[in-house]
């Protein structure tokens, strides 16, 4: 019981530890004064000034857009690579899975810069496109990562009996193999949406003058104090992200109760 | 009679409220290689377990040699366990593997390098030292298992389902290992598996278990030819489980037509249920049987002949090296020593027991 | 499914050339400059250029720093997986979730945030005042920049361990409490040594994101502590001397190559990967 309960507390201190940031940012949200410092009494001013705000209504369309575009791609390429690394030899393969390791695990500031430099020496326009490449390419190990475990737990035979059985190979692939890894190409995407989301080392070295995500705008607010829209805007962010999880994970759950 | 060495009293284990094991009381004596048989579900591993140490029982007691082990932990009690799957440890060696337990003891590096030479020999993998249990076959990693819990010099080991991973063949090398080991040690083996041949095979005793209680107790020549209720008869081998009612002592109407028996004692006029084993069933001409019947089904299966006999609206299971071809009329005999006679169940728990299969 | 050699190449094309333009390339290009200098010459002086006292002492910081993280991670993290692979927390995702879910709100903002609670008159020293215990002076200190690494890389050596954890097959513990481990000896001969894939990528998720940060930095430890991140950054965006700035950076790939190979021994079935 002790045990248990110690464990309990354990738990609870991580997650407060976790979780108290964002606590205090959507505090922070509804504060009526400007400063950090200071609780001024509950207001919702700044969600109103939020939406009046272009710079920032600008900033979450960019980012929005550039994980949307990047992480679909990704999912594309990424899917379609599963596949294909699946199908090579064993060297060829750990190969090919040591190249897509390299963005995980090698620091995101030398991504950056090899990024930066790689777009200055094409002559390429830092811009919305030079984001966009970079992310895309930072969001492929993801993908890779969670297709490749269902890729490889597809039963070869299920593909074999569907050639059998008259359908052509683009045909059997996508009525046999892809509803089965359907779920890690889900995964995929929401993880590398979700990265390319909070992304800001990267963004920041290949970002063009005058073009800003929410990440690389808060950076430059830093100095000069954070705008309390930005606080406003997080919270709408989060909570809406967790009253969708919410959702989510409720529906399939009585799906499956209803099925037993 | 052996010397009782473990003995359950009254253990009861429920799994999220569900009743696992219900009040059940069983003796083990030494030097005995007792089976516990059933369907999965019926409770066997769980009350392997409970011996073991890894589950603790709701209610009851567990008895080693006259103490109370009830709530010692696994590594305070004197036997051993081999896992289904094996459990190796696959971050060490063979001999790492078999080490652990001497090593945890303390034991002297001399004392321990014999064994683990003694216990490979007994095995049949000397020399298989320094290889990695992931470079074994399913086979070898089995032996492994056991070696690695017999260095411990155990009085009783538990077997759960060790041979379930492997292939027909092997199955059957290894139960001939197991038997050797079991007689070269001296020792209680405790063997948990769900397949009946196994069981009839290796056991002096089998305890034969469905929903949590105990069908049958008995040597396995018991077992196969004197099942106590339908469940045993039709889940130890293929049988004919026929509705029948008790004339008298010596004999039985079975669908009609009567038939001699051995049993006595069941009172006149009760309904039972009657077990005759398919080898058991004899094929006659028409004439010649107490019931005739048609043949329906015929299948060869390289030792005999197996046939499905239809005959006063029951479906026989015939087993006979002799072939009668579908469509041909014949008489259907048996001997009043094959006829096993069984009360009908009384509780709704035994017949539930007995439905469930 | 047959191997086609044909529909092979075609299925990996897109992907190798992706790889090839945007991730082997520009590393070539970060080696190409750090070795040479303005007018395309070889030389080492901007490899070299870390020996300099400024430089080395940024280095030395953040190797410091970044240790420091990756232990307080550890000692933080294998507890914690500990205890949530033993409940019956059934969704594998569900864990996996509550450590990403903080990640949809900005992780620049997340960390600023700490800048509040830990204020001198932040939340915190609010609530130590209250307990009549003494204040918590850490902001704009190391201290406070070891912190915002736990606190954003904490994720990243749970999840691997966690996942190491919930493989061990619950009978191997069974055996070696059944061949007499106590509960400790099990610990320590047997499940520690079967997560140590998960231990050692949980090691290096931590280690080379906080050894190379200039965020968390910039953020927590004030103007004043520069950590090797922050002088490659000021190399690239305000300096401009791209030769140094990749020069330096060589040398911190060669702490993540270091890194890489070693959890490519301990880790060869990719089994600490962290989904």
Same mark, same amino acid.
């Given at each position: 019981?002790?045990?248990?309960?110690?464990?309990?507390?354990?738990?609870?201190?991580?997650?407060?530890?976790?979780?108290?940031?964002?606590?205090?940012?959507?505090?922070?949200?509804? &504060?009526?004064?400007?400063?950090?410092?200071?609780?001024?009494?509950?207001?919702?001013?700044?969600?109103?000034?939020?939406?009046?705000?272009?710079?920032?209504?600008?900033?979450?369309?960019?980012?929005?857009?550039?994980?949307?575009?990047?992480?679909?791609?990704?999912?594309?390429?990424?899917?379609?690579?599963? /596949?294909? #690394? &699946?199908?090579?030899?064993?060297?060829?393969?750990?190969?090919?899975?040591?190249?897509?390791? /390299?963005?995980?695990?090698?620091?995101?500031?030398?991504?950056?810069?090899?990024?930066?430099?790689?777009?200055?020496?094409?002559?390429?326009?830092?811009?919305?496109?030079?984001?966009?490449?970079?992310?895309?390419?930072?969001?492929?190990?993801?993908?890779?990562?969670?297709?490749?475990?269902?890729?490889?737990?597809?039963?070869?035979?299920?593909?074999?009996?569907?050639?059998?059985?008259?359908?052509?190979?683009?045909?059997?692939?996508?009525?046999?193999?892809?509803?089965? #890894?359907?779920?890690?190409?889900?995964?995929?995407?929401?993880?590398?949406?979700?990265?390319?989301?909070?992304?800001?080392?990267?963004?920041?070295?290949?970002?063009?003058?005058?073009?800003?995500?929410?990440?690389?705008?808060?950076?430059?607010?830093?100095?000069?104090? /954070?705008?309390?829209?930005?606080?406003?805007?997080?919270? /709408?962010?989060?909570?809406?992200?967790?009253?969708?999880?919410?959702?989510? &994970?409720?529906?399939?759950?009585?799906?499956?109760?209803?099925? &037993? | 009679?052996?010397?009782?060495?473990?003995?359950?009293?009254?253990?009861?284990?429920?799994?999220? +409220?569900?009743?696992?094991?219900?009040?059940?009381?069983?003796?083990?004596?030494?030097?005995?290689?007792?089976?516990?048989?059933?369907?999965?579900?019926?409770? %066997?591993? $769980?009350?392997?377990?409970?011996?073991?140490?890894?589950?603790?029982?709701?209610?009851?007691?567990?008895?080693?040699?006259?103490?109370?082990?009830?709530?010692?932990?696994?590594?305070?009690?004197?036997?051993?366990?081999?896992?289904?799957?094996?459990?190796?440890?696959?971050?060490? @060696?063979?001999?790492?593997?078999?080490?652990? +337990?001497?090593?945890?003891?303390?034991?002297?590096?001399?004392?321990?390098? @014999?064994?683990?030479?003694?216990?490979?020999?007994?095995?049949?993998?000397?020399?298989?030292?320094?290889?990695?249990?992931?470079?074994?076959?399913?086979?070898?990693?089995?032996?492994?298992?056991?070696?690695?819990?017999?260095?411990?010099?155990?009085?009783?080991?538990?077997?759960?389902?060790?041979?379930?991973?492997?292939?027909?063949?092997?199955?059957?090398?290894?139960?001939?290992?197991?038997?050797?080991? %079991?007689?070269?040690?001296?020792?209680?083996?405790?063997?948990?598996?769900? @397949?009946?041949?196994?069981?009839?095979?290796?056991?002096?005793?089998?305890?034969?278990?469905?929903?949590?209680?105990?069908?049958?107790?008995?040597?396995?020549?018991?077992?196969?030819?004197?099942?106590?209720?339908?469940?045993?008869?039709?889940?130890?081998?293929?049988?004919?489980?026929?509705?029948?009612?008790?004339?008298?002592?010596?004999?039985?109407?079975?669908?009609?037509?009567?038939?001699?028996?051995?049993?006595?004692?069941?009172?006149?006029?009760?309904?039972?249920?009657?077990?005759?084993?398919?080898?058991?069933?004899?094929?006659?001409?028409?004439?010649?049987?107490?019931?005739?019947?048609?043949?329906?089904?015929?299948?060869?299966?390289?030792?005999?002949?197996?046939?499905?006999?239809?005959?006063? +609206?029951?479906?026989?299971?015939?087993?006979?090296?002799?072939?009668?071809?579908?469509?041909? @009329?014949?008489?259907?005999?048996?001997?009043?020593?094959?006829?096993?006679?069984?009360?009908?169940?009384?509780?709704?728990?035994?017949?539930?027991?007995?439905?469930? $299969? | 499914?047959?191997?086609?050699?044909?529909?092979?190449?075609?299925?990996?094309?897109?992907?190798?050339?992706?790889?090839?333009?945007?991730?082997?390339?520009?590393?070539?290009?970060?080696?190409?400059?750090?070795?040479?200098?303005?007018?395309?010459?070889?030389?080492?002086?901007?490899?070299?250029?870390?020996?300099?006292?400024?430089?080395?002492?940024?280095?030395?910081?953040?190797?410091?720093?970044?240790?420091?993280?990756?232990?307080?991670?550890?000692?933080?993290?294998?507890?914690?997986?500990?205890?949530?692979?033993?409940?019956?927390?059934?969704?594998?995702?569900?864990?996996?979730?509550?450590?990403?879910?903080?990640?949809?709100?900005?992780?620049?903002?997340?960390?600023?945030?700490?800048?509040?609670?830990?204020?001198?008159?932040?939340?915190?020293?609010?609530?130590?005042?209250?307990?009549?215990?003494?204040?918590?002076?850490?902001?704009?200190?190391?201290?406070?920049?070891?912190?915002?690494?736990?606190?954003?890389?904490?994720?990243?050596?749970?999840?691997?361990?966690?996942?190491?954890?919930?493989?061990?097959?619950?009978?191997?513990?069974?055996?070696?409490?059944?061949?007499?481990?106590?509960?400790?000896?099990?610990?320590?001969?047997?499940?520690?040594?079967?997560?140590?894939?998960?231990?050692?990528?949980?090691?290096?998720?931590?280690?080379?994101?906080?050894?190379?940060?200039?965020?968390?930095?910039?953020?927590?430890?004030?103007?004043?502590?520069?950590?090797?991140?922050?002088?490659?950054?000021?190399?690239?965006?305000?300096?401009?001397?791209?030769?140094?700035?990749?020069?330096?950076?060589?040398?911190?790939?060669?702490?993540?190559?270091?890194?890489?190979?070693?959890?490519?021994?301990?880790?060869?079935?990719?089994?600490?990967?962290?989904?």
């Amino acid at each position: 019981m002790i045990k248990t309960t110690a464990q309990k507390i354990y738990v609870g201190l991580i997650f407060l530890f976790l979780y108290a940031p964002i606590l205090t940012l959507m505090m922070l949200s509804f &504060n009526a004064s400007r400063t950090r410092a200071k609780w001024g009494g509950f207001s919702l001013k700044w969600y109103s000034a939020l939406f009046r705000n272009r710079e920032i209504m600008q900033a979450l369309w960019n980012t929005l857009l550039i994980a949307f575009v990047a992480s679909l791609v990704a999912v594309v390429i990424g899917t379609i690579a599963c /596949i294909a #690394i &699946n199908r090579m030899g064993r060297r060829a393969r750990a190969v090919m899975m040591g190249i897509t390791n /390299i963005p995980m695990l090698d620091a995101e500031i030398v991504t950056g810069i090899s990024l930066m430099l790689l777009f200055i020496s094409f002559g390429l326009k830092f811009g919305l496109g030079t984001i966009l490449l970079s992310h895309i390419t930072f969001c492929i190990p993801y993908v890779v990562l969670s297709v490749m475990p269902r890729i490889k737990q597809v039963d070869a035979s299920v593909y074999e009996a569907a050639l059998d059985l008259g359908a052509s190979p683009v045909k059997a692939f996508f009525k046999v193999v892809f509803p089965d #890894i359907l779920p890690g190409v889900l995964s995929g995407y929401l993880m590398a949406f979700t990265i390319s989301l909070d992304d800001f080392i990267i963004t920041h070295f290949t970002k063009g003058a005058g073009v800003d995500t929410l990440s690389t705008k808060i950076y430059t607010e830093v100095k000069k104090g /954070i705008k309390p829209e930005m606080y406003a805007l997080s919270t /709408i962010i989060f909570v809406t992200v967790l009253l969708l999880l919410f959702l989510v &994970n409720k529906t399939p759950q009585e799906k499956s109760k209803l099925q &037993n | 009679m052996k010397k009782e060495l473990i003995n359950l009293i009254d253990i009861s284990k429920s799994f999220d +409220g569900e009743l696992v094991l219900d009040e059940l009381n069983l003796s083990i004596h030494e030097n005995e290689f007792l089976t516990l048989l059933g369907p999965s579900g019926c409770g %066997k591993t $769980t009350t392997l377990r409970i011996i073991g140490g890894f589950v603790s029982p709701d209610k009851g007691q567990v008895v080693f040699d006259g103490q109370d082990i009830t709530s010692l932990p696994p590594n305070k009690r004197q036997l051993n366990t081999v896992f289904q799957k094996y459990a190796l440890f696959t971050h060490m @060696d063979i001999a790492e593997n078999i080490a652990f +337990g001497l090593k945890i003891k303390n034991k002297s590096k001399n004392y321990i390098d @014999d064994k683990i030479k003694y216990a490979l020999k007994l095995v049949n993998l000397e020399g298989y030292e320094k290889r990695m249990p992931d470079s074994l076959s399913g086979g070898q990693q089995q032996r492994i298992a056991i070696a690695r819990a017999i260095v411990n010099e155990p009085k009783v080991l538990l077997l759960d389902e060790p041979l379930g991973a492997l292939d027909l063949k092997l199955r059957q090398d290894m139960q001939y290992e197991l038997i050797r080991l %079991k007689n070269e040690l001296g020792i209680t083996f405790i063997y948990v598996t769900h @397949d009946q041949e196994e069981a009839l095979t290796m056991s002096d005793t089998i305890v034969v278990m469905n929903q949590g209680y105990i069908q049958q107790i008995g040597s396995p020549e018991t077992i196969y030819n004197e099942p106590e209720n339908a469940f045993v008869a039709d889940f130890i081998g293929d049988s004919n489980i026929i509705d029948a009612i008790m004339l008298e002592d010596k004999l039985v109407s079975i669908l009609g037509a009567r038939f001699a028996c051995v049993d006595t004692g069941f009172g006149t006029n009760r309904p039972v249920d009657v077990v005759i084993r398919p080898e058991d069933v004899e094929l006659v001409k028409p004439e010649e049987g107490v019931i005739q019947g048609t043949v329906t089904h015929l299948i060869f299966k390289g030792v005999h002949y197996e046939m499905e006999v239809m005959a006063n +609206g029951f479906e026989w299971l015939v087993h006979s090296t002799e072939m009668f071809s579908v469509g041909t @009329d014949v008489g259907i005999r048996v001997n009043p020593f094959n006829i096993q006679i069984m009360n009908k169940p009384e509780s709704e728990d035994e017949e539930a027991a007995a439905i469930e $299969t | 499914m047959k191997p086609n050699k044909l529909t092979d190449r075609l299925l990996s094309a897109p992907y190798l050339l992706w790889e090839a333009i945007f991730i082997i390339v520009p590393l070539g290009m970060v080696f190409y400059y750090g070795l040479t200098d303005r007018f395309g010459a070889f030389t080492m002086e901007n490899v070299v250029a870390i020996m300099g006292a400024e430089h080395a002492k940024a280095l030395w910081l953040s190797i410091a720093l970044s240790l420091a993280s990756t232990v307080v991670c550890f000692l933080l993290a294998y507890p914690l997986a500990m205890i949530l692979a033993h409940m019956n927390v059934s969704q594998h995702s569900f864990i996996v979730l509550i450590f990403i879910l903080p990640m949809w709100m900005n992780f620049l903002l997340r960390t600023l945030a700490w800048q509040t609670l830990l204020e001198k008159n932040g939340v915190i020293n609010n609530i130590l005042e209250f307990l009549h215990m003494p204040p918590l002076a850490i902001i704009n200190t190391p201290a406070a920049i070891i912190l915002g690494m736990v606190y954003n890389f904490l994720p990243f050596m749970v999840l691997p361990i966690y996942n190491s954890l919930v493989k061990v097959d619950p009978n191997v513990v069974n055996a070696a409490r059944d061949l007499g481990a106590n509960e400790i000896q099990t610990f320590f001969k047997i499940i520690f040594p079967l997560t140590i894939p998960g231990v050692i990528s949980g090691i290096t998720m931590v280690f080379v994101p906080a050894l190379t940060t200039f965020v968390i930095s910039k953020l927590l430890g004030g103007s004043k502590i520069l950590l090797i991140g922050n002088v490659i950054e000021e190399e690239f965006t305000q300096a401009g001397n791209w030769h140094l700035g990749s020069g330096l950076s060589i040398v911190l790939m060669v702490f993540i190559l270091f890194n890489m190979v070693i959890s490519a021994i301990f880790d060869k079935n990719g089994e600490g990967n962290m989904l």
